[in-house]
């Protein structure tokens, strides 16, 4: 499996893609450092852009880099390869690619520019989420590729799960909470953020911040149940074990699979 993860490494940092997924955020980030004066401002604008790009790219990457490579894969299955090491070793070359160029396109400007010790922490967990949840979303849109071979199918189901855990699924647990505001809800508000990775990635780094503006209602039940210290804990500690749902989908599809 490590020469699959190195043989997709290779192939992706020669890709036009993932440069230019580089160079913006190289773009971004000393746009942002060195222009804004204000450190905690910038960190809350990297948090904006991180939560929402980076789960988006990797589900592009992952989605892509499937429907792309049915030949290579085709050709591996061929081989005496346990079917499972084939898809898992892509997944994890496509993750540490990406994982690569978030920390070159947005680590640099963190180095270069001499950002405040005092959100050298903060920065470096900023790092950290925007490579788990590159790793999510590419797991979640290669398992989304292995159920159909049409293009425009997984194309359609990858980008809905996006934008469901991005966009939709916060709303609709807002409209949950609403409706049984007249029962206490802070238990159920507490699990379902436990449901969305980028919510608990989200909650993760304002309650690192200390930005309690920000936490909105669900992250506020968080605090107030676990505390600061055991709330950013366990929301990390959720967040690496949702590593392990796509990983379980990748390997259920792939062993049910007619290739």
Do not use: C
């Amino acid at each position: 499996m490590g020469q699959i993860i190195l043989y997709v490494i290779r192939d992706l940092v020669r890709s036009r893609w993932t440069l230019a997924y580089t160079l913006f955020y190289l773009l971004v980030g000393f746009g942002v450092l060195l222009m804004g004066r204000d450190p905690a401002r910038a960190m809350v604008t990297f948090l904006q852009i991180v939560l929402i790009l980076t789960p988006l790219m990797g589900t592009l990457f992952g989605i892509m880099y499937y429907y792309a490579t049915r030949d290579f894969q085709e050709l591996l299955l061929a081989q005496p390869l346990p079917r499972t090491h084939v898809l898992l070793g892509q997944w994890v070359g496509i993750a540490l690619s990406l994982g690569v160029s978030l920390l070159v396109g947005l680590g640099t400007p963190f180095v270069v520019s001499g950002f405040g010790v005092g959100y050298s922490l903060v920065a470096a967990t900023l790092l950290g989420v925007g490579m788990l949840l590159g790793a999510i979303f590419a797991g979640l849109a290669l398992s989304m590729g292995l159920l159909t071979d049409h293009r425009i199918q997984g194309f359609g189901m990858a980008l809905i799960l996006w934008l469901f855990l991005a966009v939709v699924y916060d709303g609709l647990v807002l409209a949950l909470l609403m409706i049984l505001r007249d029962y206490p809800v802070e238990k159920l508000a507490l699990v379902l953020t436990f449901l969305n990775p980028i919510d608990l990635a989200r909650i993760l780094l304002i309650m690192q911040m200390d930005v309690s503006a920000l936490l909105g209602y669900t992250g506020a039940v968080f605090r107030e149940f676990l505390g600061a210290s055991r709330g950013m804990v366990a929301s990390a500690g959720a967040l690496v074990l949702w590593l392990a749902i796509p990983a379980i989908l990748i390997v259920w599809r792939v062993r049910r699979r007619d290739f």
